[in-house]
């Protein structure tokens, strides 16, 4: 069983749709937890933190679940410059700390 | 303006030759990165730097070797040894501590002829 596990799509919604994507991991010493966009042969770059409390910014909304092991992200309002990969990426305790990543979810939003 | 720079952007490479991708980061990071992306798929880490003078071998380091002399320097050679070189490389580098993010340099796209 892979680390950290996402659909890997593609999402294909129309502009304005609401989206979520989730994201499993395995190992529940699993401490911090990011989702990052990767647009088409660009860096990944960070869309944002996810805390225990769950956080939101602006579209965007972030969750945490412990006891099932996994992570939320929630598009609002899709807009046609969403159209990317998003990354999950789990961060364990107690070790050195290497990030790991899952494979990506794509995202198109078409007009 | 702090950052992670690569160079070169775009490299080719004869079979049989050793090429090195430089990576340089100026936001203080203990830790460096270096991963490959195949074209669909997601990031494998080749070798990682948690502190200057010392790496460690990620998921697939064979047929890769990297250097730590400076905390700001993590450069990566792809030797004549790895079988499927082409790919885009990219380095991170991160602050010390689980809830630091990692930052992304641009990413070199290495094409072996």
């Known amino acids: 069983r892979k680390e950290v596990e996402q659909d890997p799509g593609p999402f294909n919604v129309p502009e304005g749709a609401t989206v979520a994507f989730n994201c499993t991991y395995s190992?529940?010493?699993?401490?911090?937890f990011f989702w990052y966009r990767q647009d088409c042969r660009k860096e990944p770059k960070l869309l944002m933190s996810?805390?225990?409390s769950g956080n939101e910014d602006g579209r965007f909304t972030a969750q945490l679940n412990r006891a099932s092991q996994y992570i939320s992200l929630l598009i609002r309002d899709s807009k046609l410059s969403d159209s990317a990969t998003y990354l999950c990426?789990?961060?364990?305790?107690?070790?050195?700390?290497?990030?790991?990543f899952g494979r990506g979810t794509s995202l198109i939003v078409h007009p | 303006d702090g950052g992670i720079t690569q160079s070169p952007k775009y490299l080719f490479r004869k079979e049989g030759q050793n090429v090195t991708l430089s990576c340089e980061q100026n936001l203080n990071h203990d830790a460096m990165y270096w991963y490959r992306q195949d074209p669909g798929q997601g990031l494998r880490l080749i070798y990682y730097?948690?502190?200057?003078?010392?790496?460690q071998k990620g998921d697939i380091a064979e047929g890769y070797s990297v250097s730590r002399e400076k905390k700001e320097s993590f450069p990566l050679t792809v030797t004549s040894a790895q079988k499927n070189p082409t790919a885009f490389y990219l380095c991170a580098s991160r602050g010390f501590g689980s809830y630091n993010e990692q930052f992304f340099g641009p990413g070199t796209r290495l094409t072996v002829l």
């Open positions: 190992n529940s010493a699993s401490q911090s």
């Open positions: 730097s948690q502190i200057v003078n010392d790496f």
């Open positions: 990426v789990v961060i364990v305790s107690g070790g050195s700390y290497i990030p790991t």
């Open positions: 996810v805390y225990s």
